[in-house]
């Protein structure tokens, strides 16, 4: 399953991300963690050192391969130039596996080690001030809109992306790609405020959104959030001493996080399991068509100078099933 953290900025959206990352793997479970926040720190908040973080590929660097590789034999799809962000798999098309190895991860993601195992870091790259509004930053988050896209995850595997709330996202439809979207809120107006916003475009798509209150310190804090956001708020997180001492270089085990903050994971995990479970494959394709020929029109065409409605193909959908032969050699 998809899962991506947005709040605003400073919210802990990477803290929440990396916490929840090192539960899940605690559980077990699969992980492919990506960083396609603005602030790219999800490698530090994992444990990287400076210079493992610094070293980590740039997924916008590498479009070209991504583009090759995903569009594989796909006749709708002429050449990775004609290939664009929102452009949807279709018969020919490859896939990428939470699990597998592919050139994609070859190039773009790099093990970490945790506590009680490993997960595979994807990230966008760094943004500079100059990428904001213009064309590179959507090409770097826009990479991870063609992977996510082109992902066939099954339930007991995890895709976590630690993302910037920002109006991008919801032009280009990054935000319709998760089975659960957990908007990260401290107890403040700012904090909702975001919600708020988020709150409207979901509505309009059938987005699963819930609320992690963070930071919340006693009963106000918790009253506050219950009278803002309603029955949106799946739960609250308090101040970590566990957080505290990672952040002063002095990381502790996992196993030590305080019991109630991984209760809260664990109340993370089953809303996101259960809002798979009800994934709508079919709605989850239209969904990228629609966005891809919303693009295709305000932009798409007029820089490939193709018709880029003909990528769509009509009979594809992507499917749970699809992943037998996905996991076929090829
Ligand atoms: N529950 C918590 N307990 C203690 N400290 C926390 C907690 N949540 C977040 N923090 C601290 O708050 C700061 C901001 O958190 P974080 O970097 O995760 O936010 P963010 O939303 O990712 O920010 P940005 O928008 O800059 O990416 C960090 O110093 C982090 O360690
Ligand atoms: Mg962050």
């Given at each position: 399953m998809k899962i991506a953290f947005v709040g605003k900025?400073?919210?802990?959206k990477t803290t929440l991300s990396s916490l929840f990352i090192r539960h899940l793997v605690a559980n077990e479970a699969p992980v492919v963690a990506v960083d396609a926040d603005i602030n790219q720190h999800l490698g530090a908040a994992l444990g990287l050192s400076d210079d493992e973080s610094a070293a980590m590929p740039a997924m916008g660097s590498h479009l070209p391969l991504i583009k090759d590789y995903l569009r594989?034999?796909?006749?709708?799809?002429?050449s990775a130039e004609t290939?664009?962000?929102?452009?949807p798999p279709g018969e020919g098309s490859r896939l990428l596996r939470v699990r597998e190895d592919n050139p994609v991860y070859d190039a773009c993601a790099r093990p970490v080690a945790l506590d009680d195992g490993e997960v595979r870091l994807m990230a966008t790259g760094p943004f500079t001030?100059?990428?904001?509004?213009?064309a590179c930053y959507h090409s770097k988050v826009g990479a991870v809109e063609m992977c996510l896209n082109h992902l066939l995850d099954g339930p007991d595997e995890y895709v976590v992306v630690d993302m910037t709330a920002g109006s991008d996202s919801f032009a280009s439809g990054?935000?319709?790609?998760?089975d659960m979207t957990f908007l990260v809120a401290e107890p403040t107006r700012k904090g909702v405020s975001v919600y708020r916003q988020y709150k409207e475009y979901a509505r309009d798509f059938g987005i699963a959104l819930k609320v992690v209150g963070n930071k919340v310190q006693g009963q106000d804090d918790l009253d506050f959030l219950r009278d803002e956001v309603g029955d949106d708020l799946l739960v609250t997180m308090g101040h970590s001493n566990w957080v505290r001492a990672m952040e002063k270089g002095r990381p502790s085990r996992f196993e030590l996080l305080e019991a109630d903050n991984r209760l809260a994971l664990q109340t993370l995990q089953d809303a996101a399991e259960d809002s798979y479970a009800h994934r709508d494959w079919e709605r989850y394709t239209r969904q990228m068509v629609h966005f891809h020929l919303k693009n295709a029109e305000s932009w798409g065409n007029a820089k490939t100078g193709a018709d880029l409605a003909a990528q769509v193909d009509p009979a594809f959908v992507l499917d749970e099933r699809l992943a037998v032969s996905a996991a076929q050699p090829a």
């Open positions: 900025g400073g919210s802990g594989g034999t796909n006749p709708r799809i002429a290939m664009i962000k929102t452009t001030e100059s990428d904001l509004g213009v990054m935000f319709t790609r998760f």
